[in-house]
């Protein structure tokens, strides 16, 4: 199947800092891209759908100016924690799907762990 | 409150027996729905998915079954390895458009005794 990847696999920061995050579809384009959160022991929680080209668009409650994302070709999303906070501290999962029908299957990358100190 | 739910958070099962995930779904308009398997520090991984227009679908040692009526889905592992511990999530797709994010249950931890 497809392959999606993200960078880097863990990180951990200082309260205050920005973090970035990649989010990569190996051999297929991806026009839109969503990122997930998940917290421990918890489900994965959509954030936002990354577009390719056209500004992201966020879920209720998930903040646009914390949580920048940037789709700028049709392999590779960004997501940026800015000003991070311990509360931020999450597994962050990307997805893509192969094809732009709802029924084509998504597939995840392997997600980033970040930990705010 | 949440579109997609699950009954029990953890389920013990021998190996070799086989195993039954539950799902219930709150959205009477939801229609495609997907099952995931999630190792610990992984990203989700697709098993089987169903559309509404079937209540039964079935892949290698899986079956997913669904019934609108009282909107509850099923997984159904035959056989189960050790390779099959893990987090299973339902999940599903309602846009009416075209590729949407999915919508999460809580998950199982299906735990396979030796």
């Known amino acids: 199947g497809a392959v999606v990847s993200q960078h880097p696999s863990w990180v951990i920061c200082k309260s205050g800092t920005s973090v970035k995050i990649e989010c990569r579809s190996l051999?297929?384009?991806?026009?839109?891209m969503f990122w997930y959160r998940q917290f421990p022991k918890q489900s994965l929680m959509l954030m936002a759908t990354?577009?390719?080209?056209?500004?992201?668009?966020?879920e209720q409650g998930v903040e646009k100016d914390k949580f920048l994302i940037n789709h700028a070709s049709l392999t590779l999303s960004t997501l940026t924690v800015t000003s991070a906070h311990p509360e931020d501290s999450s597994f962050y999962i990307c997805s893509a799907p192969e094809g732009t029908s709802r029924y084509n299957e998504q597939f995840f990358g392997p997600g980033t762990r970040l930990t705010v100190l | 409150g949440e579109s997609v739910g699950l009954h029990l958070p953890t389920l013990s099962v021998q190996e070799g027996d086989n195993s039954i995930i539950n799902c219930a779904y709150s959205?009477?308009?939801?229609?495609?729905f997907i099952w995931y398997k999630q190792e610990s520090g992984k990203g989700p991984q697709f098993i089987i998915d169903?559309?509404?227009?079937?209540d039964k679908r079935q892949g290698q040692r899986v079956t997913v079954l669904l019934n609108k009526t009282v909107k509850h889905l099923s997984l159904q592992i035959a056989a189960t390895q050790p390779g099959d511990s893990a987090v299973y999530f339902c999940?599903?797709?309602?846009?009416?458009?075209?590729?949407?994010?999915?919508?999460f249950g809580k998950g199982t931890h299906l735990i396979i005794q030796p």
């Open positions: 959205n009477s308009a939801s229609d495609y």
């Open positions: 051999d297929f384009q991806a026009t839109t």
């Open positions: 169903i559309r509404s227009n079937m």
């Open positions: 999940a599903e797709n309602h846009s009416g458009g075209g590729a949407d994010g999915l919508t």
């Open positions: 990354s577009n390719e080209g056209s500004k992201a668009t966020y």
